[in-house]
């Protein structure tokens, strides 16, 4: 195939360097005169071009004079395997042929030979790795790349972020975080902010977004970005970082989302002529994913007139059953327009909530069939059950009731204040654009499925002693000092757990029973944030443990303690606990809590040792939690 002017004029170049390029260091990384720099393997590819197999020869042949002059360059040939990689594929899509055979020759003698050990050739190698071998081989690298360069260390972070991305989130983020700090540079930016909004550092998430040079840009990276200041209720940030590359064209449904939340903002002169040249332009008619058109009824419904929202509405329901498969969308136009008619599809939705509802209300049976069959067991074999005490008058039917209220008030507070983490925690695909969960809509969920327990639960308390229930037989200094006894010793043995589990990498400062990043932390900060420390302290460590340990050391233990063994039901109410609760890195320490909580309350006969642990545990929580968002938010 003959050979175009640019090329040869490229491959003489690239030769001319060869013979001028001086001696470069040997094994860590090339001096900065090397001809085969850290990624001028793409350069190369453009210029050889995918169909001319003769360039793709000449500039090997190069690469291979290079490096028999100098077989240290650990980085040049990694970058000569980068370039054969480029070519290997299918001769029909743009490979050439022999290119993959060179490519895995490449990556045997990298593997086989003396550069094996370098750093450049670990990260390539590594690089072509997927699964939680991958994720393990790079964590292991971590210790050895305190000596590597800030780059090396700042790709092997990357590498780290897009193996945890759909695994662990939040590890990726650590990851994604280090990798910008190593690298301003680093493609990993957009990964990092979302981190440090989870984790309550907004305004430092904000400023690297924008932040951001413009050249690194791209279309779908821009749009996530803009979606992720929409989300951190940004508004005015996400318009100036809409128009920081005016030559990229933004999704109509972003668009849309802009417009809506600068309307919000008071910006409607600006929004409202974004919005009509958007509705009224061709455009519009590409409005026709669920998520976009959810945004068109929701910007309908707060800023149209109601014939709009309903007919935005319609088109909603017409794309299918995931656009409101539980009638939130549905519901949010009945309160709104309540006079607005109903048709037959529409209810789809509605009975989809009231399927979902009846589903959590039978899962609490999981629990009580089984005690329920121990009780017959044990009524079979002539053996009679513990009568029920005056100050807890329960049997299965009341656990059952408990266990149903607690699932269902807290999904209906995601469901009505922050959807997004409703569709999130049934799995289903999100057509929502936003990726990070708003800490404000948690902050109101949270408090809305605490407050809906507590009313829920109070015809349990019909017919009990109450003040037998809390005291027991113990008094209240006891109850008090036990209480607060045992609280400090499990956040005592919290902070050795989350010492022993603190592995090699980046990790922030580890917290005993604080999972940054985790639903329940980031409501936390979303109550500190809207309602002040006061409202949070009340929250957690007064209205948490009166509902909880009524729950699950008041109705759960004392019924399942008369069916089973005592500590089989202290381990069974102490399980179901931690999974009531969003906070993996906190596992360990919930699950000591619920049980030391059980052993108070069943040695006192009461609540009020165990509430006292509780809240004594949760106070800790939240001053932690005020504490270490404060630092993050102020540190450099």
């Given at each position: 195939?003959?050979t175009t002017r640019s090329t040869r004029s490229a491959a003489a170049a690239l030769l001319a360097l060869l013979l001028a390029g001086p001696a470069l260091g040997a094994v860590v990384a090339p001096a900065p005169e090397s001809p085969f720099p850290e990624g001028?393997?793409?350069?190369?590819?453009?210029?050889?071009?995918?169909?001319?197999?003769?360039?793709?020869?000449?500039?090997?042949?190069?690469?291979?004079?290079?490096?028999?002059?100098?077989?240290?360059?650990?980085?040049?040939?990694?970058?000569?395997?980068?370039?054969?990689?480029?070519?290997?594929?299918?001769?029909?899509?743009?490979?050439?042929?022999?290119?993959?055979?060179?490519?895995?020759?490449?990556?045997?003698?990298?593997?086989?030979?003396?550069?094996?050990?370098?750093?450049?050739?670990?990260?390539?190698?590594?690089?072509?790795?997927?699964?939680?071998?991958?994720?393990?081989?790079?964590?292991?690298?971590l210790p050895e790349s305190a000596t590597w360069t800030p780059a090396q260390r700042a790709r092997l972070h990357e590498f780290l972020a897009a193996r945890y991305r759909q695994q662990d989130p939040l590890k990726s983020g650590e990851h994604a975080l280090l990798?910008?700090?190593?690298?301003?540079?680093?493609?990993?930016?957009?990964?990092?902010?979302?981190?440090?909004?989870?984790?309550?550092?907004?305004?430092?998430?904000?400023?690297?977004?924008?932040?951001?040079?413009?050249?690194?840009?791209?279309?779908?990276?821009?749009?996530?970005?803009?979606?992720?200041?929409?989300?951190?209720?940004?508004?005015?940030?996400?318009?100036?970082?809409?128009?920081?590359?005016?030559?990229?064209?933004?999704?109509?449904?972003?668009?849309?989302?802009?417009?809506?939340?600068?309307?919000?903002?008071?910006?409607?002169?600006?929004?409202?002529?974004?919005?009509?040249?958007?509705?009224?332009?061709?455009?519009?008619?590409?409005?026709?994913?669920?998520?976009?058109?959810?945004?068109?009824?929701?910007?309908?419904?707060?800023?149209?007139?109601?014939?709009?929202?309903?007919?935005?509405?319609?088109?909603?329901?017409?794309?299918?059953?995931?656009?409101?498969?539980?009638?939130?969308?549905?519901?949010?136009?009945?309160?709104?327009?309540?006079?607005?008619?109903?048709?037959?599809?529409?209810?789809?939705?509605?009975?989809?909530?009231?399927?979902?509802?009846?589903?959590?209300?039978?899962?609490?049976?999981?629990?009580?069939?089984?005690?329920?069959?121990?009780?017959?067991?044990?009524?079979?074999?002539?053996?009679?059950?513990?009568?029920?005490?005056?100050?807890?008058?329960?049997?299965?039917?009341?656990?059952?009731?408990?266990?149903?209220?607690?699932?269902?008030?807290?999904?209906?507070?995601?469901?009505?204040?922050?959807?997004?983490?409703?569709?999130?925690?049934?799995?289903?695909?999100?057509?929502?654009?936003?990726?990070?969960?708003?800490?404000?809509?948690?902050?109101?969920?949270?408090?809305?499925?605490?407050?809906?327990?507590?009313?829920?639960?109070?015809?349990?308390?019909?017919?009990?002693?109450?003040?037998?229930?809390?005291?027991?037989?113990?008094?209240?200094?006891?109850?008090?000092?036990?209480?607060?006894?045992?609280?400090?010793?499990?956040?005592?043995?919290?902070?050795?757990?989350?010492?022993?589990?603190?592995?090699?990498?980046?990790?922030?400062?580890?917290?005993?029973?604080?999972?940054?990043?985790?639903?329940?932390?980031?409501?936390?900060?979303?109550?500190?944030?809207?309602?002040?420390?006061?409202?949070?302290?009340?929250?957690?460590?007064?209205?948490?443990?009166?509902?909880?340990?009524?729950?699950?050391?008041?109705?759960?233990?004392?019924?399942?303690?008369?069916?089973?063994?005592?500590?089989?039901?202290?381990?069974?109410?102490?399980?179901?606990?931690?999974?009531?609760?969003?906070?993996?890195?906190?596992?360990?320490?919930?699950?000591?809590?619920?049980?030391?909580?059980?052993?108070?309350?069943?040695?006192?006969?009461?609540?009020?040792?165990?509430?006292?642990?509780?809240?004594?545990?949760?106070?800790?929580?939240?001053?932690?939690?005020?504490?270490?968002?404060?630092?993050?938010?102020?540190?450099?």
């Open positions: 195939m003959p001028s393997y793409h350069g190369l590819v453009e210029e050889v071009g995918r169909a001319e197999a003769g360039e793709y020869r000449r500039v090997l042949a190069e690469f291979d004079a290079y490096l028999k002059r100098r077989p240290d360059d650990s980085t040049a040939a990694v970058e000569r395997c980068r370039f054969a990689d480029a070519f290997a594929g299918d001769e029909d899509e743009g490979g050439i042929d022999g290119a993959g055979e060179d490519a895995e020759s490449c990556r045997q003698a990298l593997q086989q030979g003396p550069l094996a050990a370098t750093p450049p050739v670990k990260l390539y190698l590594l690089q072509r790795q997927f699964g939680k071998a991958a994720i393990a081989r790079g964590e292991a690298l990798a910008v700090e190593l690298d301003p540079a680093s493609a990993q930016r957009l990964n990092a902010a979302e981190y440090l909004y989870r984790i309550g550092a907004q305004p430092k998430a904000v400023a690297m977004l924008e932040g951001t040079p413009p050249q690194q840009w791209q279309s779908w990276t821009l749009r996530s970005a803009i979606s992720s200041l929409l989300d951190m209720g940004e508004p005015r940030a996400a318009q100036r970082l809409s128009q920081v590359r005016t030559d990229l064209r933004l999704d109509p449904a972003i668009r849309l989302r802009l417009a809506r939340a600068l309307l919000d903002a008071g910006e409607e002169e600006q929004a409202r002529a974004s919005i009509n040249a958007l509705l009224q332009g061709p455009e519009a008619k590409s409005l026709a994913g669920v998520a976009q058109l959810r945004e068109l009824f929701e910007f309908q419904r707060d800023h149209g007139v109601r014939d709009d929202a309903i007919a935005a509405y319609r088109r909603l329901c017409q794309a299918g059953k995931t656009a409101d498969p539980y009638g939130r969308y549905r519901l949010s136009l009945l309160w709104r327009y309540p006079a607005a008619p109903w048709h037959a599809d529409e209810w789809r939705g509605a009975f989809g909530l009231l399927a979902l509802m009846a589903v959590l209300a039978l899962m609490p049976l999981l629990v009580v069939v089984p005690l329920h069959y121990r009780a017959a067991v044990k009524r079979a074999r002539g053996l009679a059950l513990p009568p029920p005490l005056p100050e807890s008058p329960w049997g299965l039917g009341h656990l059952w009731y408990a266990l149903a209220a607690t699932l269902i008030c807290g999904v209906l507070g995601l469901y009505l204040y922050a959807y997004p983490q409703f569709e999130r925690m049934l799995r289903q695909s999100l057509p929502q654009s936003g990726a990070v969960a708003d800490a404000g809509g948690l902050a109101r969920a949270y408090l809305f499925s605490k407050l809906a327990l507590a009313a829920a639960l109070l015809p349990l308390l019909r017919r009990v002693q109450l003040r037998k229930l809390l005291l027991g037989h113990w008094p209240v200094g006891q109850s008090i000092g036990a209480g607060v006894g045992a609280a400090v010793a499990v956040i005592a043995a919290g902070a050795v757990i989350a010492r022993v589990l603190q592995i090699p990498g980046p990790a922030l400062p580890q917290t005993p029973g604080i999972a940054l990043g985790s639903d329940t932390i980031r409501a936390m900060q979303g109550i500190h944030a809207l309602y002040g420390p006061v409202a949070l302290l009340l929250f957690a460590a007064v209205l948490t443990p009166l509902v909880e340990e009524l729950v699950f050391r008041g109705v759960f233990l004392r019924v399942a303690a008369r069916n089973v063994h005592l500590w089989l039901a202290a381990a069974a109410q102490a399980a179901v606990f931690v999974l009531d609760h969003d906070q993996p890195g906190a596992y360990a320490l919930l699950s000591l809590m619920a049980l030391a909580a059980a052993w108070l309350a069943w040695r006192s006969g009461g609540l009020l040792a165990a509430l006292v642990l509780h809240g004594v545990n949760n106070a800790f929580a939240s001053m932690a939690v005020m504490g270490i968002t404060h630092s993050i938010n102020t540190a450099p």
